[in-house]
């Protein structure tokens, strides 16, 4: 059974970094085609694709957010984490992170975790 | 980069009506495309894959058609259960593209 879980802070202020970590169970990282995505959700909005981490360290971010993301795996802890720089109050989200094995869609996904921002 | 347009952004129907939510892709897709459901506050549960194929679990009174540009998600027998924001995403590469969703009432 797969599982994963988002942990980080729940409130940042304005200019800060934000780091996220997804601990997983049930695949591993080192396995040919398995990834993990970050994905994030406003409240009352839409789902947003962040990034991807592929389990030979190929990694994928979303055009519009790339200068401030970055995204790394630790395979012998099974966790990927996300840093998100220079936050801002528009990046209160709920943050996701999702199994997925290329090309393929993002299954299972964790429970979420909501992080605002505000000074 | 592809863009992915659902329409309507939200339709509310009767118990035991057909409901159809549409994605467009702003380019050609193949059959690259899933539809997710949330139901208010939990988590995206995946429904349909590869565009048509249905996940395991998932009620039969949902399906899913289209290939390249144009999808379809068809509840045939909206229940109460069914309430939820819908949404198609493009998983063929990189950006893995979102649609805006469509939130389904109860009428």
């Known amino acids: 059974q797969i599982t994963l879980k988002e942990s980080g802070p729940t409130l940042v202020k304005p200019t800060q970094t934000l780091t996220l970590t997804c601990t997983f169970s049930?695949?591993?990282?080192?396995?040919?085609?398995?990834?993990v995505g970050w994905i994030r959700q406003p409240p009352g909005k839409a789902l947003e694709w962040l990034a991807l981490?592929?389990?030979?360290?190929?990694?994928r971010y979303s055009p519009s957010l790339k200068s401030r993301l970055t995204i790394t795996k630790d395979t012998s802890k099974n966790q990927v984490v996300l840093i998100m720089t220079n936050m801002d109050p528009v990046d209160t989200a709920t943050y996701y992170c999702?199994?997925?094995?290329?090309?393929?869609?993002?299954?299972?996904w964790g429970q979420g975790t909501l992080v605002t921002v505000s000074s | 980069d592809i863009q992915m347009t659902q329409s309507p952004s939200s339709l509310s129907a009767s118990v035991g009506d057909r409901v159809t939510i549409t994605c467009r892709a702003s380019q050609g897709i193949s059959d690259f495309l899933a539809w997710y459901q949330q139901k208010p506050g939990k988590v995206p549960k995946l429904l349909i894959y590869a565009a048509s194929t249905l996940q395991s679990g998932v009620p039969s009174r949902f399906s899913g058609s289209g290939s390249g540009t144009d999808f379809t998600l068809t509840i045939s027998s909206l229940q109460p259960e069914d309430v939820a924001t819908y949404y198609c995403q493009k998983y063929n590469s990189a950006p893995l593209t979102f649609g805006g969703g469509t939130k389904v009432e109860i009428k």
């Open positions: 049930g695949f591993s990282l080192s396995t040919s085609g398995v990834g």
């Open positions: 999702a199994h997925r094995r290329a090309p393929a869609w993002f299954d299972p």
């Open positions: 981490i592929y389990w030979n360290d190929d990694k």
